[in-house]
């Protein structure tokens, strides 16, 4: 290409990258200035939507599979399986705009920009959006992409339930979809050659070396455990604190034991989500649920935690082993980027759950500077976005060839 042509591609990629945020920015957008972007809610409905009019902008077939992941395929997948990009466009309560987006916007922009090189590829080109990712709404996480590889099993995630008490059947039924088709997806694995999702950055590791871009090493093993914490409701104004049985007490001991136990082991650990029943300001629980959630680099500082809270007796709802990424295919990005640095992360994705599976993944990394992330101060500059997105198709290009 000459220096003229690629400094239209450049400015072609910048126009999409913009359109895409702009379009999906008010989404799910809430008083705080983060998102809340939940499976199976209209928000979904609207992102969903949007996924598939980018698709069909371009000439791209649009399939769903048994879980209701999407897929926009540039080729036929049936006849020789793909490379895959995307990531999901779901969100934690008050995520960033970042984390999931980020990886679907780009794959679209990299295929435009593979387009405009004139890359002829000889295996088909398919860009993912995952359902349910973050797991905020029915609690497991990467729900989409661990049903279709049977790391979850499709009864459980019938019966599972969001904070108002529907289940996914029924949340599925009203987005218009027959929750019987939940299960393991053998066709739609076949169709994956291999799989490269781009996401931002969920800490300062790219700060720290002064790179925009960087490629992943693993995923800490990591899981999400429930605890019940039971007591007896009764009046606020009328008992007397000795004769009081207050599941709250608990539920503050637990949390002070979850800390100490994290410490000790060298893990990280994380209480975010409860429920109180019946959760009125002049009345006593009579039931506490929380959640907890479990991180290490290495699997046995989290079981540790886990071992040390045993007499709370917690239910696991997920869990997730290291996953070391495909270290071939990631001496192919590697290649293609010059040698960026290699980051292993505490954060999972559904490109861990296709490692586990056995295809063959790679993971992206753009900059972030604030280094936060699942909250409204996540970001990313748009020049590093870009130069992620010339960095994915990059490697895009020399997995197609």
């Known amino acids: 290409m000459t220096s003229s042509e690629r400094t239209d591609v450049a400015a072609r990629t910048a126009g999409t990258f913009r359109r895409a945020w702009d379009d999906l920015a008010p989404v799910g957008r809430a008083t705080d200035g983060g998102y809340r972007r939940f499976a199976w809610t209209r928000e979904d409905h609207v992102l969903r939507e949007w996924f598939a009019g980018e698709a069909t902008a371009r000439g791209l077939a649009l399939t769903t599979d048994r879980a209701g992941n999407q897929w926009a395929w540039w080729g036929d997948p049936d006849d020789t399986p793909g490379v895959v990009t995307g990531s999901h466009l779901d969100s934690v309560p008050g995520g960033g705009a970042f984390d999931g987006p980020l990886g679907v916007v780009s794959g679209f922009a990299a295929l435009d920009a593979l387009r405009a090189k004139g890359v002829s590829p000889r295996r088909p080109l398919g860009i993912a959006n995952f359902v349910d990712e973050e797991g905020a709404r029915f609690g497991v996480a990467c729900a989409g992409s661990r049903l279709i590889t049977g790391a979850l099993d499709a009864d459980k995630a019938r019966r599972l339930r969001d904070a108002d008490g529907i289940t996914m059947a029924d949340a599925l039924s009203t987005a218009g979809r027959d929750p019987r088709s939940l299960g393991k997806d053998p066709e739609t694995l076949r169709r994956i050659a291999s799989f490269v999702e781009m996401h931002v950055e969920q800490g300062r590791g790219l700060v720290h070396t002064g790179d925009r871009v960087g490629v992943g090493r693993m995923i800490w093993p990591h899981g999400r455990w429930r605890v019940e914490l039971r007591g007896q409701a009764n009046h606020a104004g009328t008992t007397p604190l000795a004769d009081r049985r207050d599941p709250m007490l608990d539920l503050a001991a637990f949390i002070a034991h979850v800390r100490r136990a994290a410490d000790e082991a060298g893990a990280l650990a994380t209480v975010g989500k409860l429920h109180v029943h019946p959760n009125g300001v002049n009345a006593i629980p009579s039931q506490v649920t929380a959640w907890l959630d479990v991180r290490a680099e290495d699997e046995s500082a ?32 590697a290649g293609a980027l010059h040698d960026p640095p290699r980051l292993g992360t505490g954060a999972g994705h559904d490109a861990g759950i296709l490692a586990a599976a056995g295809i063959p993944t790679a993971m992206l990394f753009v900059r972030n500077p604030s280094g936060i992330s699942h909250a409204p101060a996540e970001d990313a500059d748009e020049a590093d976005c870009l130069a992620g997105i010339d960095a994915l198709a990059a490697v895009l290009e020399r997995l197609l060839a």
């Open 302 to 333: 989290v079981r540790a935690v886990l071992a040390a809270l045993q007499e709370y007796a917690p239910t696991e709802e997920s869990w997730t082993p290291v996953t070391v990424l495909d270290a071939d295919l990631a001496d192919v990005v």
